[in-house]
């Protein structure tokens, strides 16, 4: 789950993508719905409540670099998995991506899904392991114009590594899941099982590989994302803070922080970031705060003042 071999000196850039900027706004942008949706596909007890998003939005939705990748069902199990031989299992964390291709196409209209996943000790009512492992709870979650839309589901991570959506037998009707005597027991289908597991996988390796990445935590008001990056990202949040952000002042911060990267690189200016950790890790722009948390990696590098000063964020 290391960083991809880079085999020139040329400043790695992540940030060149047009949508950039809608990207993060979106995660912002979530954690304001408040509009939770009723999902009359999934049992009463596994629906979305308002407090299982206050748990998302505490978590705040994290995006991974595309310098990251993810480490598929052809290797190891077999299946989808984690390698608990050089990472540990995240307790907890939000996964998000914009939605396209494939899954786009699954959530019509979503422009964020996201997956909040934490261990647990017991399952739901009536559900079943079909695996022994590390049990976890994870919430599906998209937003779109019309509110907030998801579900609970259960897998368990095997002593293998391999990642066990778990089933769910419940009584069925034509309006969907009910309580009651005399109705047919119907469980997941195939699909649904091989999608948490996908999902389950790529959300613990994308939270657990945040601890070899810089991390630029976005907050306005009580909402927050979390933007994986590279040092030449970091770089361009803290040459932004010298550049004016319009002579009226109205750019939004993030747009401003991505010109404020393309300038620096086009221009060949270079930042120390060696020394960031003796000067200042919070940047301000108009009512949005970014702060740069240190991959967690480094942090026996540093001094023990230095370790609680600037790794309280980290993972």
């Not at 927050?224 to 952000?245: D, F, I, N, T």
């Not at 940047?283 to 942090?299: C, D, H, K, Q, S």
Request: proline share 5%; hydrophobic share 40%.
């Amino acid at each position: 789950m290391n960083e991809k071999a880079n085999c020139t000196n040329e400043p790695r850039d992540f940030w060149n993508a047009a949508d950039f900027e809608d990207t993060v706004a979106a995660a912002l942008i979530a954690c304001f719905e408040t509009k939770v949706r009723k999902n009359r596909g999934a049992a009463p007890a596994d629906r979305l409540t308002d407090e299982r998003m206050a748990m998302v939005r505490e978590a705040g939705p994290y995006i991974a670099s595309d310098s990251r990748f993810i480490v598929g069902p052809g290797w190891g199990a077999g299946r989808w998995s984690f390698d608990l031989v050089n990472d540990k299992l995240p307790m907890s964390g939000c996964y998000a991506i914009r939605p396209s291709g494939k899954v786009a196409e699954s959530i019509p209209g979503a422009y964020l899904y996201m997956m909040h996943v934490r261990q647990v000790t017991a399952l739901g009512k009536c559900w079943e392991k079909r695996r022994a492992g590390t049990l976890y709870e994870m919430l599906t979650v998209h937003t779109d114009g019309a509110g907030i839309n998801g579900e609970r589901r259960f897998f368990t991570v095997a002593s293998d590594g391999a990642v066990w959506a778990c089933d769910q037998r419940i009584q069925h009707d034509s309006r969907g899941p009910v309580m009651g005597a005399g109705r047919p027991v119907v469980g997941p289908d195939e699909a649904w099982l091989a999608n948490t597991e996908a999902w389950g996988s790529v959300a613990l390796q994308s939270l657990a590989d945040r601890r070899f990445c810089w991390t630029i935590s976005a907050q306005e008001k009580n909402t927050r994302a979390h933007l994986g990056c590279m040092q030449e990202e970091v770089k361009s949040l803290l040459y932004a803070r010298s550049l004016p952000m319009t002579a009226t002042g109205r750019k939004r911060p993030i747009l401003h922080l991505v010109e404020a990267h393309k300038r620096r690189l086009k221009n060949g200016t270079d930042v120390d970031v060696t020394t960031f950790l003796r000067g200042q890790q919070v940047v301000e722009f108009g009512g949005t705060i970014f702060r740069v948390n240190p991959p967690a990696v480094l942090r026996t590098e540093v001094s023990k003042s230095s370790q609680t000063r600037f790794f309280e964020l980290a993972p």
